[in-house]
DNA sequence: GCGTATTTGCATGCACTTTGCACACCATCT
DNA sequence: AGATGGTGTGCAAAGTGCATGCAAATACGC
């Protein structure tokens, strides 16, 4: 675990909230030079800290108005299945995000959409057909109450 | 919903795997000038199909080492209930992510912890003896399949 | 087709970034 | 104490990127 101190720190928490913020005005917000900013925020970078800059994209503006999740049985426990699967959910690029989880569904997969059609889709035409998949549940969500993208770096400071 | 030409397209695109390009790497990428890429990228962020830029942070090298998905049934259904829970979602910063779902659980929570000890003390200490919840099953994530964080655009095209 | 509106590239002044450098601070060893 | 090396800091300067005005080019409506 790399090393990381309270201006570290106050860099992170300002920059997991505006990724383009300059060094100037992160050094204004943490009280350091610019130059300063810099070198750390390069530090980080190389330190892999920070892994990377991303835009934010507004789902629904793009007409990604649909979200759910689905949880995901194996029809067995082979490895042979378990790498069909990943296969699988690495070539579909609807499906955002895939965990495999203890409990009684393996597998938890976030897919964003465009309508309840693609839904179905993915789950009858790609899921449920696929012969390493023995159970499919979906849920979708009504509503997001919380979507924060960001570690609790409270937790860090002393 | 707004609208986004074929160069627009490519900008979110790239902003997508890299928020902090600079406007001539983006003319670059996507085949404009560097200023036109400027005040593309102006408008998309003022109509929000931009929401932010956000610094991605390595979890694991900072500590955080366990997610956990958490499964909530509320007490009963009240509007009074999903207020509280709401507060409380709110009020923990270790809660990263909440969505209320269709299905057999009310709300799917994501919670991005240091340690078992965290996520013990998260269900059996602020969840389980909150009023509003009846009914709490946490999974904690075994493998990291995939985390695109990133909207198919592709989908978009043409 | 002609006029209007929009989009584009270029040029420019301004702001930001990065680097070298000198200095301050701290720990360690003689 | 004093010397020594390492690390972190601000400042200044040179390099780089950004935003805006402007004129040309393109698209659009009638």
């Known amino acids: 675990m790399i090393q990381v101190d309270t201006f570290d720190l106050k860099m992170l928490a300002a920059l997991q909230d505006d990724g383009r913020l300059t060094n100037q005005q992160l050094a204004d917000l943490v009280g350091l030079s610019a130059s300063q900013c810099s070198r750390r925020r390069m530090r ?37 299945n378990a790498k069909k699967f990943r296969e699988l959910v690495n070539r579909v690029d609807d499906i955002q995000e895939a965990y495999s989880l203890t409990g009684d569904a393996d597998y938890l997969l976030k897919v964003m959409l465009r309508d309840l059609k693609s839904l179905s889709a993915i789950v009858n035409d790609v899921l449920m057909p696929h012969q390493s998949v023995a159970h499919v549940r979906s849920s979708i969500v009504l509503d997001r109450l919380k979507e924060s993208m960001k570690l609790p770096l409270r937790a860090l400071e002393r």
Not at 53 to 71: K, Q, R, T
């Open 44 to 80: 980080l970078e190389e330190e892999k800290v920070i892994a990377g800059y991303h835009a934010d994209l507004a789902g629904e503006a793009l007409g990604f108005e649909l979200i759910a999740f689905i949880h995901i049985t194996l029809a067995t426990h082979s490895p042979d």
